[in-house]
């Protein structure tokens, strides 16, 4: 993810390049992510639809055009445990 002026998007290249560090976790530990989240402030739609095409859950306040409010998580809606 860039950071353009005060906004950061989650580009599709984005979605890729996390799918591949979760397969180097994979590969060094021997042990499956349980689950790929990705929280984001502004997420492109194409990246939401590749995001959902390869099991990656994101989590937004602000929802693209287009993008049906199932697809992403919202903020308000959810409890994140750290």
């Known amino acids: 993810m860039k950071e353009g002026g005060s906004l950061t998007c989650l580009r ?16 060094k530990t021997g042990r499956k992510p349980d689950k790929l989240i990705i929280v984001t ?9 590749g995001s959902r095409k390869l099991g990656i859950e994101i989590y937004s306040k602000i929802l693209p055009h ?8 919202n903020l308000k809606s959810c409890r994140i445990h750290l």
């Open 12 to 27: 599709p290249s984005d979605i890729f390049q996390f799918m591949r560090k979760a397969e180097l976790y994979r590969e």
């Open 66 to 73: 287009k993008t049906e409010m199932s697809t992403i998580k």
């Open 41 to 49: 402030p502004y997420p492109a739609e194409k990246a939401v639809e």
